[in-house]
C-alpha cells in the first residue's frame, strides 16, 4: 500500500486486500486518514440493517460496545499492516485495557475511528489507542494489544 496521501482515501474494496474481515465482521467502511504505521482515522457507517440490531435491542436498537472495539482493532490492523517487515501471520486480540463507552451508538451515526500505535515489541506483540467519536463527541476509547499468531 501506497504512503501518498493522494490514496486517501481508502475504500472499502482496498480495506479488503488489508484485512481478513468479511461481511458481517468487516467493520470498517472507508480509511480517511493515515500516517503509514503510526496512525489512522477511519469510517464506519452504522445503519439499521446491521444483523446485531435484530437481538441488540429489537425495540432499541444499541451498537454492541464490544463490536466498537473490534471495529477500532481492525482500524489498528490496517496501521499495523504498514510497516515494513512484517512476518507472515494474523494479528489477533491479545488484550484490551481502559476501554471506556460515554453514550451509545445507534443506527444513523457514523462513527470516526481514531487509533495510534504505542509500541511494537519484536514485529509481533504491540499496543494500540483508539477512540471512537460520533458527531465530535468521543463515544468510546481504550487500550488494544495485540498478538502475531502463526498460521
Known sequence: MTSS???????AET????????????LVD???????????TAIKNVTINEPYFQG????????????IVEALAQVG????KQLP????????????????????????DQLILKVELISIKRRRF????????VDGQRVASGELMFSLMDV
Open 5 to 11: 496521501a493522494d490514496a486517501l482515501p481508502i475504500s
Open 15 to 26: 480495506i479488503r486486500g488489508l484485512l481478513p474481515h468479511r461481511y458481517p465482521f468487516a
Open 30 to 40: 472507508r480509511v480517511i486518514e493515515m500516517d503509514p504505521g503510526k496512525s489512522a
Open 56 to 67: 441488540h435491542f429489537p425495540e432499541t436498537p444499541l451498537m454492541p460496545g464490544v463490536l
Open 77 to 80: 490492523g490496517i496501521v499495523v
Open 85 to 108: 517487515d512484517l512476518p507472515e501471520g494474523l494479528f489477533v486480540f491479545a488484550g484490551i485495557d481502559k476501554v471506556r463507552f460515554r453514550r451509545p451508538v445507534v443506527p444513523g
Open 126 to 133: 504491540g499496543k494500540l489507542q483508539g477512540e471512537a467519536f
